[in-house]
């Protein structure tokens, strides 16, 4: 009995310094791909947000959109999610992102499509540059005058803005561009009403008087 006990108390230490190994070396395995996923998962999701808050400028322009709802539903649910993860980078990479959306104000997005203008229709004063997509499948171009509205603007006898007519209320426009092209037109621009619109028109027909306009206010 002597001799045993030694020989058990060392199996004894044994077996439990396997146990304890195994344990850290579960543990280790498991908590390792899985902190890398949650990181991955921010990551994810910081990017994903930031197309999102693109894609809510772009669905303000429709303020009709019920994908507005959906795509801010969204983002405050990741955002939660985030806060939730009690992770500092990721809600400052979040709070960045959103001091980000709200700098843009000297841009405005643009989207021209049959038959319709796309935008923000609150708009500051100041220098303004309009960022125009293309997202229809025509070529089209984009015009700004001021006045109340399409209907209220002069019109030549297919619909389209009376440009001459207008004078010093046209402020002007881009060049004619295709489907998935993208063009800027930077102005400054002082409290009132606007028009925006795409100002093409071949014989009897003209894009604005198809739909293509769209009244915002400055203010
Ligand atoms: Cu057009």
Redesign the pocket.
């Known amino acids: 009995m002597k001799m045993l006990k030694p020989v058990l108390l060392a199996l004894i230490a044994a077996l439990v310094l396997a146990a304890c190994g195994d344990d850290g070396g579960d543990t280790a395995t498991n908590e390792t791909p899985a902190a890398d996923a949650a990181e991955g998962d921010d990551e994810a999701m910081a990017e994903d947000e930031s197309d999102e808050a693109m894609a809510e400028d772009d669905d303000a322009a429709d303020s009709h959109s019920d994908d507005t709802d959906g795509d801010e539903a969204m983002a405050e649910d990741e955002s939660d999610e985030a806060m939730a993860e009690d992770d500092d980078e990721a809600m400052a990479e979040d709070e960045a992102m959103a001091e980000d959306g709200d700098g843009a104000a000297g841009a405005v997005a643009v989207s021209?499509v049959e038959w319709a203008v796309n935008a923000e229709t609150e708009l500051s004063a100041g220098t303004t540059t309009f960022a125009v997509t293309n997202d229809g499948s025509?070529t089209?171009?984009f015009g700004l005058a001021r006045g109340d509205s399409y209907e209220t603007l002069p019109q030549t006898d297919n619909g389209a803005i009376d440009e001459d007519a207008l004078g010093a209320d046209f402020l002007g426009d881009t060049a004619n561009f295709d489907a998935g092209q993208s063009e800027e037109l930077t102005l400054d621009l002082e409290p009132g009403n606007y028009v925006l619109f795409?100002n093409?028109a071949i014989g009897p027909n003209s894009?604005a008087a198809a739909g293509?306009t769209l009244s915002v206010t400055v203010s």
């Open positions: 021209l025509f089209h171009k795409c093409i894009h293509q």
